[in-house]
Structures are given as structure tokens and as C-alpha cells.
């Protein structure tokens, strides 16, 4: 619960929305238990006697005469009769008796010449009046309930945008590694289904949960004011009904979280059947990724089932205490009415014994309490769902990154000496070590090639020099310079990359190029495409030109044309360290010879690593490294690879 709580105080800095709801919850309340009194007592005491407000304080006032003549009567003939020690409790007693209805006849007294003035004369006239009370009071009461629901709605949402806010600014900063191997279905998950929950309970917490209990409290505020001692054993049962319904909370909190995870694995199955829906269609794998998804919505729908079971239980649950708690009263306060009595079991309920349209209206508060508490059970399971779904969200916002700048980090200058890799390992697990011992320098200006066969640890290798991974041991510099000790935003903003899968922005291609450099005029941005041969296609095949929007990934685009847009970008970016990974793999010959003569010129006064299958682009490199199984295993230029290794010659 207490990362439910860390989310509410979000919601503190929003302090005039957070006055405003209390105010209007606190107005509901006066307002819901202010009809309750308005209806029932005046219609049980004053209309169905057909009497007036006047009538039935000149009434009460009669009575009250009366009986303060009996016991004053009554109190000096006790102290004539009986002896001073005895006569001292049952005087007292008298003593209450007379100082309670002094009080009430000084209200009545005061109130009656305003009765006169301001209610109806005729019976009919006061139940009119007592409606219009009615009515008004309902109006007024409406407009504060949707006030406090827009403003309440209005907390929740700010909040949960802060809190988005500061999941995604978290979350963009993980190691690329957690993405590779989590996926983005969980993450999809927890800023869709667990931030909506979420909400959902906050707007819960400055709705229903301030308002319903300002509603209960005005009436049991009432009630006690009509008999407190007869509302305490009402309430007797409330300790037990709160253990049972703490059970049922941890119950169902639980059942919540398994639910939530089955929906991220929901989530990445329709994500990886999706985006492979080539594959799943060209194999006729249809029933196949059917009967998968079928298992993991099954489970989805019991865990669904099992949470209801859970809230099918709160509603009889708080039915059932509310009416023992009910009958309780009813049985006390019925027995206490007809007896005419003010006690029971020897101890005093009453200071004066009660009336009919008192013990009405003490039922009726009691039956005004009842419908705050059915709603607060209605939202009880949403409640623990937003607990629940805070402690999924902030696991993400506490988790720690693997890849984070050190304390002080150090700002690193342009590069312009050297790239070093000093007996660098490598292992997502310590049983399948992917790097072993890589050891090797580039100079500045070189232009290294990576060749090998696939997962021989290429690509595994151009990734820790960005920083998307960290060496298990060993060090890589930088002009002399530890990479692990500088800031990760000077790295990074001194290389270019371009990867076998170019990822593009569901945007123009304009702003695609400009990712590589937001602060490029137009015309440089255009000269970076001609560099990379993507213009022509651009002004001719494309109908818009640079501002066409090219979809979701660059879906509108074919791959040789989304990669040559990757390499406008890396262009624009003009980094003095350029990686290319697979870069030209989606190219056709013609096209990547001409991007090649490019590169010739573009890698001049810049360190240049490529890693690639086609061996065409050894023209390009001063130096080629051949790798296997995790480690190297030659290194030179290709015309002394050539002649000393056969391997090599022969692959060429």
C-alpha cells in the first residue's frame, strides 16, 4: 500500500482542487443528512398529526411546563421525605432531568416566534413548505456533486500524468538489454491497463472515499446527538466487520497483481503475433498463434472470475453487518419506547425517554449511513486494484538502471586520439560468455570492418562503445578515457549509428533526417539525403516529398529505402565516431556501391567501425578484424589477410 500512497502524494501539489473537494464533500454531507432530518422527523412529529410548525411548538412548549411542575414537585417533596443521604442520587437524577428540558424549552421558545413569522398556517401548507425544503436542498446538493466530480477527475488525471511523466522519463533511460530481452508488451501494460487502474483509484480517493464518509459522518453526528449511548450499541459489530473486510482486501490485492501480470502476458502475445503476422501467415500458422492466445486469455478470464468471486462477497459482507447492526438498534431502541424506560440492564441510554419521530429519525440516519457504506463497498475492489497497479508502476520507476552515469562523471572532449578495447568480456548470463578477451585498438580516422559468422559477437561488440551495454570486465577508452566514467550524453552525442533495422519515426522524412541533428537548416538536411542516395526517391517516389509522413516505423517505406534515410540521418549528425551495423544489408548493389563512395568521403578526419556480411565493404576499411565464437581471430588489411589467411581468401 505504500506505493499507492507515494501516487496520492502526487495529488498534494494540486492544494485549491484538493480545498474545493472537501468543501463540496463536506456540503453532500451536511446536505444528505439535512434532507433526512428535514423529511422525517417534521413529516412523523408535525404532518401526520396534521399540525403546524406553530402548533407543535406551543405544544412541546405546554409539555415541557408541565412536566418541569411534576418534578420540581416531585424533587421538594424528596427532600422533605427522605434523608439527606439517600435523597442525594435520585435528586440529582431530577436535577439532570430539569437542566435537559430547560434547554430544550429555550429552543423552543426561541424558535417560535420565527415559526409564526416564516411557516406555513394550514398542515397542508407545511408539508408544501417542508417539500420545497426538500427540493432546494437537492438542487443545491446535485450542483456540489458534480462540482466535486469534475474536480476530483481533474486531481486524478493531473496526478496520473505526472506520473506517467516520470515513468517514461525513467524508463528512457534503461539499458537497451532490459527492452531486448523484457519486450515492450509489459511496459505497454503498465502505461496502459495499470496507470488507467491507477486513475481510477485516485479519483476514487478524492471521490467516493472523501464524499461517501462525509455522509456518514454527518449522520451519525445526528444520530448521537439524538442518543449516542444507543448508537454505541448499534456500532458494536464494526470491529468485526473491519477484520473481515481486511481479509477480503489482501484477498483480493493479491488475486489483482497475478490478474495484471496475465494481461502484460496477453499484451506481448497480440505484440509478437502481430508483428509477425508475415511469418504467421506465409507458414499457415493461424490456428497455431489461435490456440496460444487462447490458453493465455483463458487464464486471463479466471483470474478475472476469481476477483469477482472475491467481490461478490463484499456487498453481502457489509449488507449483512449493516443489518445486524440495524436490528441491533431497532431491538434496544423499540424496547426502550414502548417500556417508556431510559435504561436498560441498568444503564442509562437517555436523559429523557424517547419519542416516536426520534427513534424514526434515529432509524432513519441509521438507514442514511447504510447507502454511503454500499458505495464505499462497491469500490472496494477498485481501490485495491489501484494499490495493486501502483506497486507495478514504481517497481518500474524504482528499478535501478544497469546502465547509469557515475557520481561526477567526467565531460569528454571531441574525439580525436584513439578507440581502445583492453581484454573486454561480455555475458548477458556467466555461463554463455558472448566476448572473450577482446583486445584491440583503431586510431583516429581509421576505418575498421567486423566480419564473422552470425553470433559470433559483432554486433554485441559495436553496442558497448554507446554505452548500450557494459563490459562483464575489461575497460574501453576513448582517447584514454574510460567510457564508464564520462557522461553518457557526451558518448552518445559523438557517435553515429546506423543498424541493420532502421527504426524511424511515424513522422515526415524531413523530421526523420533532422532526428540526426535538430539544429540542421533544411538545405543541410537534403544534402545529407543526396549524400546517402535517398533524395531522388524521395522527390520522385514519394508524394509529398520531404514531407510526407512515412507511418508507424517507417511502414510506408520499402527497407532499402527506410535504411538510406538512417544513413541521412547518421549524415546530418556529422559524429566524429560513426558505427554502422548491417547498415547497407537492405540495399541493392548499385545503391550501396553509390553510398559506399559516399562513405569514402564521409569517414574522412572520423573513426569509422562497420559491421557487416558483405565483404564489399572492405574497400572502405583500413583495417578488417575477423571474429569468432566471441573472439577475434585476425586482424589486418585485407590484402595481408588475403595472402595469410586462407580462410578469408576464400570467403572473399
Known sequence: MSNFFRAVSKTFKYRLHIFCTIICALMIGLLWGGNIGAVTYPITEICLKKGTFTTWLEERIDQNNQKLTELSSSHDKRKLTESSELSQPISAEIDREIKNINQRQTLYIWALPL????????????????????????????????????????????????????????????????????????????????????????????????????????????????????????????????????????????????????????????????????????????????EKFNRTNQVCCEKAIKIAKYESLVNPMTELFGILMISMGIIVGTYLLMSERTAIFGIRMLALPIDTGSLILFFALLAGVADPARKLSDIFTQFQSAAAAADRIYIMIDRIPKIKDVNNPITMPTHNQSIKFNKVNFAYEPEHPILKDISFEIKFGECIVIIGASGCGKSTLLNLIPRFADPSSGTILIDGQEIDKVRRRDLRGQIGIVTQESMLFNDTVLNNIYYGHSGATREEAIEAAKKANAHDFIINDLENGYETIIGVSGSQLSGGQRQR????????????????????????????????????????????????????????????????????????????????????????
Open 115 to 290: 415559526a409564526k413569522k416564516y411557516t406555513p398556517k394550514t398542515p397542508f401548507g407545511t408539508v408544501l413548505f417542508l417539500i420545497a425544503i426538500v427540493l432546494v436542498g437537492t438542487i443545491v446538493k446535485i450542483f456540489f456533486i458534480v462540482s466535486h466530480g469534475i474536480i476530483s477527475s481533474r486531481i486524478a488525471q493531473y496526478s496520473a500524468m505526472e506520473i506517467r511523466k516520470e515513468l517514461f522519463g525513467k524508463m528512457i533511460e534503461y539499458d537497451v538489454a532490459y527492452f531486448n530481452q523484457s519486450g515492450i508488451a509489459d511496459t505497454m501494460s503498465r502505461f496502459t491497463n495499470d496507470l488507467n487502474i491507477l486513475t481510477s483509484g485516485l479519483n476514487v480517493i478524492y471521490g467516493k472515499i472523501l464524499r461517501e464518509p462525509f455522509k456518514m459522518f454527518v449522520c451519525l453526528f445526528l444520530a448521537a446527538y439524538l442518543c449516542w449511548q444507543l448508537l454505541v450499541v448499534t456500532v458494536l459489530l464494526v470491529p468485526l466487520a473491519f477484520l473481515a473486510i481486511r481479509w477480503l482486501a489482501r484477498s483480493i490485492k493479491r488475486v489483482v497483481q497475478r490478474s495484471m501480470e496475465e494481461i502484460a502476458l496477453l499484451y506481448g502475445r497480440l505484440e509478437e503475433t502481430f508483428r509477425s503476422i508475415r511469418v504467421v501467415q506465409a507458414f499457415v500458422r493461424e490456428p497455431l498463434e489461435m
Open 565 to 652: 534515410i538512417a544513413i541521412a540521418r547518421a549524415i546530418l549528425r556529422n559524429p566524429p565516431i560513426v558505427l554502422l551495423d548491417e547498415a547497407t544489408s537492405q540495399i541493392d548493389i548499385q545503391s550501396e556501391r553509390m553510398i559506399h563512395d559516399t562513405l569514402k568521403t564521409f569517414r574522412q578526419g572520423r573513426t569509422a567501425i562497420i559491421v557487416t556480411h558483405r565483404l564489399s565493404a572492405v574497400d572502405l576499411a583500413d583495417r578488417v578484424i575477423i571474429m569468432s565464437d566471441g573472439q577475434i581471430t585476425a586482424s589486418g588489411t585485407h590484402e595481408s589477410l588475403l595472402q595469410t589467411n586462407p580462410d578469408y581468401a576464400k570467403l572473399y
